[in-house]
């Protein structure tokens, strides 16, 4: 059975970083595209960015050149390095395949931006 689980969050004031881990469990892994999503109070979850198995990311506008995904297949584990962070980010970050699978969400790591 597939798992996600997300870490690294926190309180972070406007303008700084955090490097978010996602560990999975699971065989198919690294022949999947995975994807960091967040979803903000009162928003709808969006994807904000995802890698594929070969390791090409995209991003969403209000994310590029600010945040960066990388995977390390041996570990099953995929990362988001969100710089500049501003109050916007304020979220819930989750991981999961691209496109989602809804039974594989986990508990997220909760981000907040604030000074």
């Known amino acids: 059975q597939v798992q996600f689980v997300e870490s690294g969050g926190g309180l972070v004031q406007p303008g700084g970083s955090l490097r978010l881990s996602c560990a999975a469990s699971?065989?198919?892994?690294?022949?999947?595209?995975m994807g960091w999503y967040r979803q903000a109070p009162g928003k709808q979850r969006e994807l904000v960015g995802a890698?594929?198995?070969?390791?090409?990311?995209h991003y969403v506008d209000s994310v590029k050149g600010r945040f960066t995904i990388s995977r390390d297949n041996a570990k099953n584990t995929v990362y988001l390095q969100m710089n500049s962070l501003s109050p916007e980010d304020t979220a819930v970050y989750y991981c999961?395949?691209?496109?989602?699978?809804?039974?594989?969400w986990g508990q997220g790591t909760q981000v907040a931006v604030s000074s």
């Open positions: 999961n395949k691209v496109p989602s699978n809804r039974n594989y």
């Open positions: 699971g065989r198919i892994f690294s022949i999947e595209a």
């Open positions: 890698i594929t198995a070969g390791g090409s990311a």
